[in-house]
């Protein structure tokens, strides 16, 4: 089986408050579960803000992020999977869970 990179876009700013976050996580634990018992989770990761970010760039730190973006990368799963159609189902399964404005990026691991 091939891994696959679910990665998580989230806009910049402060996270939704725990009233509509909370529901989130739940749910998002849920179908880590479900990806466990099916053998295809191999380890997830939430990430601090993007604030919290140094970069290096030939050698120079830059404090915070530097892309000149909306959006950071907010956490990612690392799954396997049969094929491309498979990993996709399981990133279309949690975008549904964490619904727009995030997106989710499928991408094989080399």
Avoid at 17 to 42: C, F, R, S, T
Avoid at 46 to 68: K, N
Wanted: charged share 20%.
């Amino acid at each position: 089986m091939r891994q696959y990179l679910l990665s998580v876009y989230q806009p910049d700013g402060d996270p939704p408050p725990p009233e509509i976050l909370d529901p989130i996580m739940v749910d998002l634990g849920k179908l880590n579960a479900e990806m466990q018992a099916a053998g295809a989770w191999v380890f997830a990761l939430g990430l601090h803000p993007a604030s919290t970010a140094t970069v290096i760039r030939d050698g120079v730190l830059t404090d915070g992020p530097f892309a000149e973006g909306k959006e950071h990368l907010g956490g990612f799963t690392v799954i396997q999977a049969r094929d491309l159609d498979a990993a996709l189902e399981w990133g279309r399964r949690m975008s549904a869970i964490l619904r727009p404005p995030l997106a989710i990026e499928v991408r094989p691991v080399v």
